[in-house]
C-alpha cells in the first residue's frame, strides 16, 4: 500500500507526502497488523476509564454544587474563589509544602552521606546496604503505626527518665513538633529510594579524578565538595524532585501517627480533599485537588525543563 | 612532594579499611533496625510484658499468644488473601498490559495512533492519586468495582506509566533482525511476542513486577479508599483496627504489624540485587 499512489482524502494525502520527506523504514509503508491495535487498545481503554474519565468529571464537578450524589446546579468559580480564602486549605498547602521541603533536604543529605560512606572502603558494605534499603519495602501506615506508640510511649519515657522536660508529653500530641515526628518517618522510609540512586552516581564518578585531587593535597572533605557534589549534581536533581513530588501527596505515613491532628495542623492536601469523601463538600474538595492538579502540572514541568539535557546519565 | 604522594599511593593500594566510616554506618543501621526490632520484641511478649513500658526489652518469655490473638481478631487468612490477591492481579496485569502496549507502540512508533497514545499513557505519572480519587470512589462504587478488583484495576492503571516507560526503553534496544529472522521462519507477530520478546523482556518485567509489588502489598491509601467492605479489606487496612479498639493490646497489635510487613522484607531479602538495580533504572528512565 503505498502512501503516494493512493491518497485517500486530499487532506490525508498532503500530510503522508509531508512526511514522506523523512527517511522511512520499509515497515513504515505497510499496514498496521490489526493484533497490535488488540495490545494496544485494552490499556487506552482501562486507562481513559479509571483515570482520565474521573480526572474529567472531577473537574467537571468542581464547578458545580454537588455533594456527590442527588441534584446539583453549576455555581461558576464560587468554589475556587471559597478555597483561595479558607485558612483550613491554606493550612493543608503551607504544611505539605513546608513539610516537603524540609524532608527532600534531610532525605538528601542524609541518603548523600551515606551513599559516600557506602561507596567508601568500608567493612560488611553488603551487609549494610541490604539494612539500608528495608524501610523502602515496609508498608507506610504499619511502621507509622509502630513510630507511633515510640513516640507516643517509648520517647516519653525516656525523656522522663533523662530530665528532658520538652520529651516528656508526647511529640505527636504537641501542635508546634507533631510535624518534625512525620518528618522523621517519612525521612526513614525515603532514603532508601534517594540513597540507591546515589550510589549509582558515586559509583560512576572515575576514580582517579580523586588520586589526582589527593596529589595535589585536596582534602577529603575538599574533594567531597568540590569534585563528588559537582559530579553527581545531576543526580541531586533527580532526587530532589522525585522525593518533592512523591511528599507532597503525603497521606499513609501522616494518617499513621497524627492522623492531620492535634486539631488541624498536620493535615495534607491529600487528606483535605480526601475528607471530601463523607464530608458532604464533594465539589469544593475536587476544586481543591484540581488546584492541586495544576500544582502538581507545574512541577512537572520544572521537572522536564531541569532533566532535559541531563539524559546522559 | 614526590615522596608523599608516593606513600599516599602505596597505602591506598592496600585497601586500608575506613573504620570510622563502618562505625558510623553500623550505627546509623541500627537506627534503621530499632523500630523493626521493636515490633518483632514487642510481637513475642506477654500482654503483661508488653505494657511495662519498656519498648526495648527482650522478650521473657517468648509467647504467641499475640499471634493467635491477632490472627483472629485481624482475620488474617482472609485479609492476606485479599491481599495477595490485589498484589498478584496488579502484579501480572502491569506486566501484562504495559508489555503489550509497549511492543505495539515501539513497531508502530511511526503512526501517529501509537505515538499519541504513548504520551497518553504516561500522563498518569503527572497526577497523583488524591486528585482522581474522589470521583473513582464514586465510579467505582457504580460499577460494582468498590471491591479489590477495583483496586487491581487502579493501581495497574497508575502503575502504566512508569512501566511503558521502562518498557519502551528496553524494546527500542532490541534490534529488529531478530524479530525479523524469527519472521522468516514463519512466527505470526503474536508468537513472536510471547517466544522472542516476551522472554527478552524479562530482567524490565523483574523491575517492573517488583514495583508493583511494593506498592500493591504495602499501599493503604486506595484499598482504604475504594473497598467498601471491611471484610475485604487487604492487610494494612485492618491494622486500623488497633488504633481505636484493642489499643493498649500491644502484644496483639504489634504481631499483626509483623506479620503483615514481614512478606514484603522477606521477598526484598530474597530479590535484592533486582530491587537495588530496579530503583536506579527507574530513576534515570524515569
Redesign the interface.
Given at each position: 500500500m503505498s502512501t503516494i499512489t493512493t491518497p485517500t482524502t486530499s487532506k490525508q494525502g498532503l500530510q503522508k507526502q509531508g512526511r514522506q520527506k523523512r527517511p522511512q523504514t520499509q515497515r513504515s509503508r505497510r499496514r498496521v497488523e490489526p493484533i497490535f491495535y488488540l495490545f494496544l487498545v485494552p490499556s487506552l481503554i482501562l486507562f481513559t476509564l479509571a483515570i482520565t474519565v474521573p480526572g474529567i468529571m472531577g473537574i467537571f464537578f468542581s464547578f458545580t454544587n454537588s455533594i456527590g450524589i442527588g441534584d446539583w446546579d453549576f455555581i461558576g468559580l464560587t468554589n475556587y474563589i471559597a478555597i483561595f480564602s479558607d485558612p483550613a486549605i491554606l493550612q493543608s498547602y503551607l504544611f505539605t509544602f513546608g513539610f516537603s521541603i524540609v524532608t527532600v533536604i534531610a532525605v538528601n543529605v542524609i541518603a548523600f552521606l551515606l551513599a559516600v560512606g557506602l561507596t567508601a572502603r568500608i567493612r560488611m558494605k553488603t551487609a549494610l546496604r541490604t539494612i539500608f534499603v528495608i524501610p523502602m519495602v515496609v508498608s507506610g501506615i504499619i511502621i507509622a503505626y509502630v513510630f507511633n506508640f515510640l513516640f507516643s510511649n517509648s520517647l516519653p519515657s525516656l525523656g522522663a527518665a533523662a530530665g528532658i522536660p520538652w520529651l516528656e508529653s508526647s511529640l505527636l500530641a504537641n501542635p508546634d513538633l507533631a510535624w518534625i515526628a512525620i518528618v522523621l518517618v517519612t525521612a526513614w522510609q525515603a532514603v532508601p529510594g534517594a540513597l540507591l540512586i546515589y550510589i549509582a552516581g558515586l559509583v560512576a564518578v572515575p576514580g582517579d579524578v580523586y588520586e589526582a585531587a589527593e596529589i595535589d593535597g585536596a582534602s577529603k572533605f575538599q574533594q567531597l565538595l568540590k569534585i563528588t557534589l559537582p559530579l553527581v549534581a545531576g543526580y541531586v536533581v533527580i532526587n530532589i524532585i522525585l522525593g518533592f513530588k512523591g511528599f507532597l501527596n503525603a497521606y499513609d505515613i501522616i494518617v499513621g501517627l497524627t492522623n492531620g491532628g492535634p486539631g488541624t495542623s498536620t493535615r495534607s492536601i491529600a487528606m483535605t480533599v480526601i475528607s471530601g469523601f463523607n464530608g458532604g463538600d464533594y465539589a469544593y474538595q475536587m476544586a481543591n485537588a484540581t488546584i492541586f492538579f495544576v500544582v502538581a502540572i507545574l512541577i512537572s514541568l520544572v521537572q522536564l525543563s531541569l532533566t532535559r539535557g541531563r539524559n546522559a546519565l | 612532594m614526590t615522596n608523599e604522594?608516593m606513600t599516599?599511593?602505596s597505602s591506598?593500594k592496600v585497601?586500608?579499611?575506613?573504620?570510622p566510616?563502618?562505625t558510623?554506618?553500623?550505627l546509623?543501621?541500627v537506627t534503621?533496625?530499632l523500630?523493626?526490632y521493636?515490633?518483632v520484641s514487642?510481637a513475642f511478649k506477654t500482654q503483661g510484658q508488653a505494657v511495662d513500658?519498656?519498648?526495648?526489652s527482650f522478650p521473657a518469655p517468648f509467647s504467641l499468644e499475640g499471634f493467635v490473638q491477632a490472627w483472629t481478631l485481624t482475620n488474617f487468612p482472609v485479609g492476606a488473601a485479599m491481599s495477595l490477591l490485589v498484589t498478584a492481579g496488579t502484579v501480572l496485569a502491569t506486566i501484562i498490559?504495559?508489555a503489550?502496549?509497549s511492543?505495539?507502540?515501539v513497531?508502530?512508533w511511526?503512526?501517529r495512533?501509537?505515538r499519541y497514545?504513548f504520551f497518553?499513557?504516561l500522563?498518569?505519572?503527572?497526577?497523583?492519586?488524591?486528585?482522581?480519587?474522589?470521583?473513582?470512589?464514586?465510579?467505582t462504587g457504580r460499577l460494582g468495582l468498590d471491591n479489590p478488583f477495583g483496586v487491581i484495576?487502579?493501581a495497574?492503571?497508575?502503575q502504566?506509566s512508569f512501566s511503558?516507560l521502562l518498557f519502551t526503553a528496553f524494546l527500542r534496544s532490541i534490534p529488529m533482525e531478530l524479530e525479523e529472522s524469527a519472521r522468516i521462519d514463519g512466527a505470526?507477530?503474536?508468537q513472536t511476542?510471547w517466544k522472542l520478546i516476551f522472554p527478552l523482556l524479562a530482567p524490565m518485567s523483574a523491575t517492573v513486577g517488583i514495583f508493583a509489588f511494593?506498592y500493591a502489598?504495602?499501599?493503604?491509601?486506595m484499598p482504604s479508599?475504594i473497598i467498601s467492605d471491611p471484610a475485604l479489606q487487604t492487610l494494612?487496612?485492618r491494622?486500623?483496627l488497633?488504633?481505636t479498639q484493642f489499643s493498649n493490646n500491644?502484644h496483639v497489635?504489634?504481631a499483626s504489624?509483623l506479620m503483615?510487613?514481614a512478606p514484603?522484607?522477606i521477598?526484598?531479602?530474597f530479590t535484592?540485587r533486582w530491587?537495588?538495580a530496579g530503583?536506579?533504572q527507574g530513576?534515570?528512565k524515569?
Open positions: - | 604522594s599516599r599511593k591506598s585497601e586500608r579499611v575506613n573504620w566510616a563502618t558510623v554506618l553500623v546509623c543501621a534503621v533496625l523500630p523493626l521493636v515490633t514487642m513500658g519498656n519498648a526495648f498490559l504495559a503489550f502496549a511492543y505495539a507502540i513497531r508502530n511511526e503512526r495512533l501509537f497514545s497518553y499513557l500522563g498518569a505519572m503527572f497526577i497523583p492519586f488524591p486528585v482522581v480519587a474522589l470521583p473513582q470512589i464514586q465510579l484495576l487502579l495497574t492503571m497508575f502504566l511503558v505470526t507477530t503474536w511476542f511494593l502489598w504495602n499501599d493503604f491509601m479508599l494494612p487496612v491494622q486500623n488497633f488504633q500491644y497489635s504489634f504489624y503483615a510487613m514484603a522484607i521477598a526484598y531479602l535484592q530491587v537495588m530503583v536506579t530513576a534515570v524515569g
